[in-house]
Structure formats: C-alpha cells, structure tokens
C-alpha cells in the first residue's frame, strides 16, 4: 500500500485553529479543526487505510491555506474553485461533487441533495457521506440542514456551523451592494 504523504498547516480562524492538509500537486486533502484533530486521522485511515498517510509540516502557506483565509476575511467565493482531491466510495465522491454545487449563503436540506444525485431514496446514506466529508468548507457540508430547516449535526461543532451559515448569509445579502457600488464606479 503506498503511502501519501500530506503538507500539514494550522490556520487560525475566527471560529478555532483550522487544519488544512494538501499533496504535492496542491490538492486539497483535508479541512478539519483543530479540536477535531483526531477525527480527521479516522477519516483519513478510513480514505486511505491505516499508516498510509504520513502528515509533515508546510513550509510555507499553500494556495488552499490563502484561499480559506480570503474566505473567513469575506470572500466566500475565494474557495470554490480550489483543487480537491479525495478517496472515498464512489457513491461518498458523488455526494461530495454535489456538495460543491450548494451556492455559498444558500442551504438545501438532506432530502434535496439526496433528490439532486437521483437518489431520492438514499437520505440516510447522504447523510452518512456528509458525514464523512474530508474537505469541510471547501466541500460545503454545513450548508446541509435537516428537513425541517433545522441545523443538524457538523462534524467541527453546531456552534462553527451556525458562524459559517450566518458568515455566507452576510456575504450573499451584500453581493447586490457590491455589484451596485461598482457600475457606480466604473460609470463615474
């Protein structure tokens, strides 16, 4: 079994330290806090099985790591186009490719992603994929919510959940502004 070896950076946030891992090629691996460290080596071993990711520190900022903090800064648009790479089942990778296709400020519920994948029947394993999303963030597993409009659970805390939520609403209300104020200036 190969093993992969991941650059590692701890990135400070508004919300807790982020840890932000990529490869060689600049491709993003993993997003997880901190505080939630060893849940991400279970999804790593999970991804890639046990001892075959090896984690070294980075010796400078990556793209990834410059795109995520142009994101906590308020360009949430900074991160939609970053490289990802990731293991995974075939059906987990579908739902992840899905995830990426939530609009930042926008939520849909566990239901509607399912129905989006043509799995209408398959809440439960959306879900469960969801769940096991390396990449949080950049493959936005918090914009899923229950049913019910209710905040359901995320892997680094319902409290990070709630601050990215209301983060992307407040960028999203301001983008009309935003397009405004600039044909204002560029007409002047």
Not at 22 to 45: C, G, I, K, N, P
Not at 102 to 121: F, H, K, N, V
Request: proline residues 5%; contains cysteine.
């Amino acid at each position: 079994m190969p093993v992969h070896t991941f650059l590692l950076e701890r990135v400070p946030t508004p919300i807790g330290r982020m840890l932000v891992l990529t490869d060689a090629q600049a491709h993003l691996r993993a997003v997880d806090w901190e505080d939630y460290e060893s849940r991400m080596h279970l999804l790593l071993q999970r991804q890639y099985g046990r001892g075959a990711v090896q984690l070294q520190d980075a010796a400078q900022p990556s793209q990834a790591s410059r795109a995520l903090q142009a994101y906590f800064d308020g360009d949430v648009d900074a991160i939609s186009d970053l490289p990802v790479a990731f293991g995974g089942t075939r059906f987990q990778q579908q739902v992840w490719h899905a995830l990426r296709g939530i609009e930042g400020g926008s939520t849909i519920s566990y239901c509607t992603l399912a129905t989006r994948i043509a799995r209408p029947t398959a809440v439960r394993a959306v879900g469960l994929a969801n769940g096991a999303n390396p990449v949080g963030i950049v493959i936005p597993c918090h914009r899923v919510i229950g049913a019910n409009a209710a905040l359901t659970g995320y892997g680094g805390g319902l409290h990070r959940k709630r601050w990215l939520l209301a983060h992307e609403a407040a960028w999203r209300s301001a983008q009309p502004q935003r397009r405004t104020e600039a044909a204002l200036s560029t007409s002047s």
